[in-house]
């Protein structure tokens, strides 16, 4: 599988943005798909994660209320809404499929390349 994140960018302190996350190549649907980030001198933290079926979906507690993670299995897209951005926020952004639905970051197979998301206060 190959993923291609994209639509970050940099926003205002309580703007929003939405990710979106494409998948290709076999299997196109992977079963899990996530959202994880890397700022600057940190470890890379688990943002968010929802199975193919939507019947698992794991959100972080720092944004939970604020990030809304979904997907298209017909478009095999993902896709995290975010909004009230912080600048604690601002991160790399990586988008990760596999088989498994989690919140670690080894359970996942594939990931994309990453975007940045900048936010200003």
């Known amino acids: 599988v190959q993923l291609q994140a994209s639509g970050g960018g940099r926003v205002q302190a309580g703007g929003s943005l939405r990710l979106s996350c494409a998948a290709s190549g076999p299997p196109l649907t992977p079963n899990a798909m996530g959202w994880f980030r890397q700022a600057p001198g940190k470890e890379r933290e688990f943002v968010a994660a929802l199975s193919r079926s939507g019947g698992a979906t794991y959100v972080a507690p720092s944004v939970k209320g604020r990030f809304t993670i979904s997907r298209d299995n017909d478009k095999n897209m993902a896709f995290l809404q975010m909004n009230s951005l912080q600048s604690e926020d601002t991160a790399v952004y990586y988008c990760?499929?596999?088989?498994?639905?989690?919140?670690?970051?080894?359970?996942?197979?594939?990931w994309g390349q990453g975007t940045q998301v900048t936010v200003s206060s």
């Open positions: 990760a499929a596999g088989r498994l639905t989690s919140y670690i970051a080894g359970a996942y197979d594939y």
